[in-house]
């Protein structure tokens, strides 16, 4: 598979290889596998990094040509990487503050293998009683005719291209945003054009997550409810939402509670159903809203979800509790309806900068 990335991976290898570079590039299972992992180097800021078992890569890598093993052999003999150095390295690198440890303990040799199921090695090597690493020497040599290509100088290389790539998107995707907050309330529709945008279907879902929240949060914001614990002493409140975690934790939670009224929200970019199903069980059939990433109308959603809750379960008492745990579907048309009706009550520069924080959390922006 080649993308616009390949041509800078290719740069690289021929600037190390020379004659041989494309060789090497074919026959690498290692460089084939970063070249699908760099797919998004060129579709900007929005589009999902892999930084995760990218990063798995680079940090044993970098232990392995800090000790010169290139040069000097002998890493069968070489005790190991420490775990805590790799993990800290791994989270000192652009993108990857919050990172966490499942790229070096499994992730990254199951996708792999998924990816080359008839390659013979695997890429990262452990030990687990004693946290020790080592990256898969096999897979740095590529033999070509006689003569033995070691990789290791050309993936740190082709990692920190991708990594400059993205760092270059992101900020201009953060200037574009630094640049629309200081825009005049005349050029409001350019800003409300920008935000309406970053809904569409094609973009990072991480962003599709960011943006919804931030269009919910100031549109049920100025709404409030009254509530006490006795009848002639009810306070009224504004309704809050939060966000409650990150949106590539992937820990299983819920994406965003509202106070006072105990509302949940699941933002998803997925029409898998069964996905559904699992959201309302974990909370106990609490009522749920799903936000989700689609153009399809409300009532189109509904009518597959209850057709594959029939599929399912069969009982039709059980596929209508399900169904009466869908508070409420939140489109993509809703969102835009939404978002209009914020901009209306005067929160368009509240939405645009509590998109810019959120995203700067989110890719561990400093």
């Not at 392995?64 to 890493?75: A, S």
């Not at 100025?222 to 002639?232: C, P, T």
């Not at 153009?295 to 809750?309: F, G, H, M, P």
Request: one cysteine or more; proline letters at 2%; hydrophobic letters at 35%.
């Amino acid at each position: 598979m080649e993308h616009n990335f390949t041509k800078q991976i290719k740069k690289i290898l021929t600037n190390n290889f020379g004659k041989f570079s494309e060789d090497v590039f074919q026959r690498s299972e290692l460089l084939q596998y970063i070249n699908i992992k760099t797919v998004s180097a060129n579709r900007g800021s929005k589009s999902r990094g892999s930084f995760g078992n990218l990063y798995a890569i680079y940090v044993l890598i970098d232990d392995y040509l800090k000790n010169k093993f290139d040069k000097k052999r002998k890493y069968d003999e070489y005790e190991g990487a420490i775990f805590s150095a790799l993990f800290s390295r791994q989270r000192e690198l652009p993108f990857g503050a919050k990172l966490q440890n499942h790229a070096l303990n499994h992730r990254m040799n199951q996708e792999f293998k998924k990816t080359f199921p008839t390659c013979d090695y695997t890429p990262i090597i452990r030990v687990v009683e004693t946290k020790r690493y080592w990256i898969n020497e096999n897979l740095l040599n590529v033999k070509i005719d006689r003569k033995k290509c070691n990789i290791a100088k050309s993936v740190i290389e082709i990692i920190d291209k991708y990594i400059d790539t993205k760092k270059s998107a992101f900020d201009n995707f953060i200037n574009t945003f630094e640049n629309l907050k200081s825009i005049s309330s005349k050029k409001s529709e350019e800003i409300e054009n920008f935000i309406l945008d970053l809904l569409a279907p094609n973009f990072d879902a991480r962003i599709f997550e960011i943006v919804s929240f931030s269009i919910l949060k100031y549109f049920f914001n100025d709404k409030s409810v009254f509530w006490g614990f006795e009848i002639d002493k009810l306070e009224e409140e504004n309704l809050k939402l939060y966000k409650t975690g990150r949106t590539n934790a992937n820990d299983g939670g819920i994406d965003f509670v509202m106070k006072p009224l105990g509302r949940f929200f699941q933002v998803t970019e997925t029409l898998d159903l069964k996905k559904y199903f699992l959201d309302i069980d974990k909370i106990e059939k609490s009522p749920i809203t799903f936000v989700i990433k689609t153009e399809q109308s409300e009532k189109e959603i509904l009518k597959l979800i209850k057709e594959k809750a029939q599929e399912q379960y069969l009982i039709k008492a059980v596929v209508k509790k399900y169904m009466e745990c869908i508070e409420e579907i939140i489109n993509i048309d809703t969102l835009r309806k939404r978002l209009n009706q914020s901009i209306k009550q005067g929160n368009l520069k509240n939405i645009l900068n509590e998109i810019l924080i959120q995203s700067k959390v989110e890719f561990n922006y400093d």
